[in-house]
């Protein structure tokens, strides 16, 4: 299963332009589904690979919001570099993924996905805590 959809990248990119970075017909008027498809499972690769690196299962079955933004930002990257088309805006964009990725791997980020309204992390690995809070608004009002 993809992390992002055709859906989640028009919410970022005009649809002519990603008609333009799919499509290498001339004059196309629709998205070439089997290039984006390819962007999006390139960019769902190399989010695993890094990912899988922190003790996460992938492929995700419940994809974690944060999965899926990165998953189209990089989707949308790898469009460009298929037209051979430098944006300087989306490369800065993928590269700040990277270093996003880079901080999951290295275990300094979470990603937390929310099942069933319950926050899950990666197997393995630590967990925290806090304490109750002691210090009421009662004892608070006496000083």
């Not at 992002?4 to 970075?21: F, G, R, V």
């Not at 695993?48 to 990257?77: E, R, T």
């Amino acid at each position: 299963m993809p992390y992002c959809t055709e859906a989640d990248i028009k919410k970022l990119l005009p649809e002519s332009m990603l008609i333009n970075l799919t499509n290498d017909t001339a004059g196309a008027t629709t998205i070439d589904a089997v290039n984006l498809g390819e962007a999006i499972d390139q960019a769902d690769r190399e989010i695993d690979s890094y990912v899988s690196i922190a003790g996460y299962a992938v492929p995700f079955v419940v994809v974690p919001p944060l999965i899926a933004n990165l998953s189209v930002k990089m989707a949308i990257w790898n469009l460009h570099l298929r037209k051979y088309f430098n944006s300087e805006i989306w490369e800065k964009t993928y590269k700040s993924c990277l270093r996003l990725l880079e901080r999951i791997s290295q275990g300094k980020q979470k990603i937390a996905p929310e099942v069933d309204g319950t926050v899950t992390g990666a197997s393995g690995g630590y967990a925290c805590s806090s304490r109750t809070q002691e210090l009421d608004q009662t004892l608070w009002d006496t000083f």
